[in-house]
C-alpha cells in the first residue's frame, strides 16, 4: 500500500520537478519517500502519526497535530510515547517566519543530591540508577505538549486529547512491533506488579498479535487532563497517586515537585552549512549544540569528491564526532546551573583549529584528545516525530522515557510508566553512564536541575525557508545519527528515504571505538582499521530518524525503514 501510494505520487509529481532545483526524487537513491500535499507525519507508530493526520484534516495546524500525536503515543507506543517522561519541541513559525524550542525535560526532585545514585563504597549502583524510584525526574512532557498548544496551537486541548483516550479505553490491536517491543523488555517488566498488569494478560502472557489491547487506567489519567489541562496532571488525583507511590517506594518526587515543574521556551542553537542554515536543540541538550560543531568541522573538507561512505569521509567524520564529544564530556550540563559555552563551541573561528588536529589517513587516539583544547575557554527509547502543514508550520518533537518503557515501573491506578532520565545525569562524574558517554561536574546532580541530553530535534533552512526536519532515538548516537542524515541530504543529495537508511556509524570519543553499521563495505571497515580506528561491528541500526522535507511546495516524508512499525501518515 505504502509502496504503492509512493510510485503513485512519484508518477504524478515525477513529471513536474520544482522550478530551477533537482527533482527531489531521483533514480539514483534506492528508497523513495512518501510525498504529500497538505500535511505530513512521519513518527514511529502509525495509529498516532493517523491521529495527528486526522487533526490536519480538521483545520488544525502542526503544532495541533504534533500535540495530538504526542498523546496518542503515549497510548499506542509505550515504551517511548509518554506522560511520565519529558523532551524537547522544536517549532517553525510560518507566522512570523521564527523559531522556538519548547524546552519540557524532567526535572530532579528537591531533595535529589549529588551522591544520590552511589553505594557505600562510592561505586555506582545502576540498579538504583536505571530500575527504582529514584530513577524518575519530575515528568514533563504533559506541560510541554499544554504549553506548546496553548501558545502555538489552535484547537481546544480536549480535541487534541480525545484520539488518545478513545484509543486507551476502546484498545486497538497489538501491532507486530508493539508484541515485539514488549517481549523485548518482559523479564524486567514483569518485575514490576503495575507493568505486568498493564501490558500482559490476567494469565501473564503477552497479549496477541491482532488482539485489543485496552488501557483503561491510562484513560482516566488522560480524561483527568481533558478536564482540568495541566493540573490535571500536576495537582489532584493523579498527582496524588504519582506521591503515594513515591512515598511507599523511597521516590523523592513530591507534590511540590510536581506542581513546580517548568516548561521553557528556549532560543535555539543556530549555525549553518554551505549556505543551509541549522536550527537545533540548545541546552539542556547537547545535540544542537555538537550537530552544529561537527558541520563546522566538516565544512572545511571537501565530502563529494572523498564519496558518501567512503573510508575517507567516515574516517574524517569519525574524527569529528571524537573532537565534539570530548567537549560535550566537559562543557555540557543544565544552562540553568552550569555556564555552557555554546557560542564558543559553535564558532567556526574554533572548528577551524579543531580541523588541523584531523590527520588525513591516522585516527588520533581518543585518550590523546583532551576536551576543549583549543577552545581557550575556561569556567566548567526515546522517540521522534516530526510534522508539518499546509500553511507552513513544521514540529520537530522528541521524547522520552530514557531507556525502552523508562524504569519498568507504573505508577498504580495512572496506567504510566514512570521514566529513568535520573540516569542522563553523572552519577558520578567521570564515570561512563548508561550511554557510556562520561561527563563532568557540569552535569552533576541537583535538585531542580535538568539532566544533560542528546536529543536533537534539527531543522535546516534553505533560502530562508525550511528545507528538511528530523530527529531521532538512540541516546548518545541520536546526535551522531541526526548528523549523517543532513548531511546526506545537503552534501550527497540524497531524497530524504535513502539519507535516512543509509548505513551511519558513530564515535563518541569515549570509549575509542568506531561503531560501524553492516551496511557499510567490509573493503571500508579494511581501510579504517588500517588507519587505527577500532571498528565495531553493531547488528542494531544506528538511531532510527524521522524525517520530512518541503520542497517545491510538496512534501517528502521518511521513517528510516530499517526498524519495524514506522509510518508516514499524509494528507
Ligand atoms: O535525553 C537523552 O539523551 C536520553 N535520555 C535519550 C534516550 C534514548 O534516546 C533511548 N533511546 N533509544
Redesign the pocket.
Known amino acids: 500500500m505504502t509502496l504503492l501510494r509512493s510510485l503513485c505520487l512519484f508518477l504524478i509529481v515525477g513529471v513536474v520537478p520544482a522550478q530551477g532545483q533537482e527533482p527531489i526524487l531521483n533514480f539514483e537513491n534506492r528508497f523513495l519517500p512518501e510525498v504529500a500535499q497538505h500535511g505530513m507525519v512521519a513518527g514511529p507508530e502509525r495509529l498516532a502519526a493517523e491521529i495527528g493526520i486526522d487533526i490536519l484534516r480538521q483545520g488544525g495546524n502542526a503544532v495541533d497535530a504534533a500535540v495530538a500525536t504526542g498523546f496518542a503515543l503515549a497510548v499506542t507506543y509505550p515504551r ?1 510515547g509518554n506522560l511520565g517522561g ?2 524537547f519541541m522544536l517549532i517553525h513559525l510560518a507566522d512570523g517566519n521564527r523559531q522556538t524550542l519548547v524546552d519540557y ?1 524532567e526535572m530532579a526532585p528537591a531533595r535529589a543530591h549529588r551522591d544520590l545514585f552511589l553505594d557505600e563504597a562510592g561505586e555506582v549502583d545502576r540498579n538504583r540508577e536505571f530500575f527504582s524510584h529514584l530513577s524518575a525526574g519530575v515528568p514533563g512532557s504533559v506541560a510541554g505538549l499544554i504549553h506548546a498548544l496553548e501558545n502555538y496551537g489552535s484547537l481546544p486541548l480536549k480535541t487534541v486529547i480525545q484520539p488518545a483516550i478513545e484509543l486507551a479505553e476502546k484498545g486497538f490491536p497489538v501491532s507486530f512491533a508493539l508484541d515485539s517491543e514488549i517481549a523485548a523488555r518482559e523479564s524486567r517488566l514483569r518485575k514490576d506488579p503495575e507493568a505486568l498488569r498493564i501490558f500482559f494478560q490476567k494469565d501473564g502472557s503477552r497479549h496477541p498479535v491482532g488482539e485489543l489491547f485496552r488501557q483503561p487506567d491510562l484513560a482516566w489519567t488522560l480524561k483527568q487532563i481533558r478536564k482540568r489541562g495541566r493540573d490535571g496532571f500536576y495537582r489532584g488525583p493523579v498527582a496524588e497517586r504519582i506521591v503515594t507511590n513515591m512515598e511507599a517506594n523511597d521516590g523523592l518526587i513530591s507534590r511540590d515537585d510536581l506542581a513546580g515543574y517548568r516548561v521553557i521556551e528556549r532560543e535555539p542553537v543556530r549555525g549553518s552549512y554551505h549556505g543551509y542554515d541549522i536550527v537545533a536543540t540548545p541546552p539542556p ?3 544542537g549544540t555538537h550537530i552544529i560543531q561537527m558541520l563546522n568541522i566538516m565544512e572545511g573538507f571537501e565530502l563529494e569528491p572523498w564519496g558518501h561512505n567512503s573510508a575517507a569521509y567516515l574516517h574524517h567524520l569519525a574524527e569529528a564526532m571524537k573532537l565534539a564529544y570530548a567537549d560535550r564530556s566537559r562543557y555540557l550540563g543544565d544552562p540553568d546551573f552550569t555556564d555552557v559555552p555554546v557560542a564558543e563551541l559553535t564558532d567556526k573561528a574554533y572548528a577551524a583549529r579543531l580541523r588541523t588536529l584531523i590527520k588525513p589517513d591516522q585516527a588520533t587516539p581518543s585518550a590523546a584528545i583532551k576536551p576543549g583544547a583549543e577552545l581557550g575557554y575556561e569556567s566548567s ?3 521522534h516525530y516530526t510534522v508539518a502543514d499546509r500553511f507552513g508550520n513544521v514540529v520537530s518533537n ?1 521524547y ?5 518503557f523508562g524504569s519498568h515501573i507504573a505508577v498504580p491506578g495512572t496506567g504510566m510508566l514512570l ?1 529513568n ?1 535520573m ?2 545525569f553523572a552519577a558520578k562524574p567521570g564515570v561512563p553512564n ?2 557510556r558517554l562520561i561527563e563532568s561536574e557540569a552535569n552533576r546532580i541537583e535538585g531542580g536541575k535538568r ?5 536533537t530535534p534539527t531543522m535546516v533552512f534553505r533560502d530562508g525557508k525550511p528545507w528538511l526536519a528530523t530527529g ?7 546526535i551522531t545519527a541526526v548528523l549523517q542524515t543532513i548531511l546526506n541530504a545537503m552534501a550527497f543529495e540524497m531524497n530524504i528515504a535513502s539519507a535516512a537508511a543509509a548505513p551511519r556509524i558513530h564515535h563518541q570519543w569515549m570509549p575509542d571505538q568506531l561503531r560501524v553499521e553492516r551496511g557499510v563495505s567490509p573493503d571500508t571497515r579494511r581501510l579504517l582499521e588500517a588507519m587505527g580506528h577500532e571498528v565495531v561491528d553493531t547488528r542494531r541500526t544506528l ?2 530518524t524521522q524525517s520530512i522535507v518541503l520542497d517545491g511546495g510538496l512534501l517528502y516524508g521518511a521513517t528510516d525503514s530499517r526498524r519495524p512499525g514506522g509510518w508516514v501518515a499524509v494528507y
Do not use: K, Q
Open positions: 517511548a519529558g523532551g525535560r541538550s547537547s545535540g527509547d526515546t522517540t522528541t522520552t522515557l530514557n531507556f525502552s521514566n532520565e540516569a542522563d548508561a550511554f539532566p544533560l541530553s542528546s536529543m531521532s532515538p538512540g541516546g548518545s548516537i541520536i538511531g532510527r
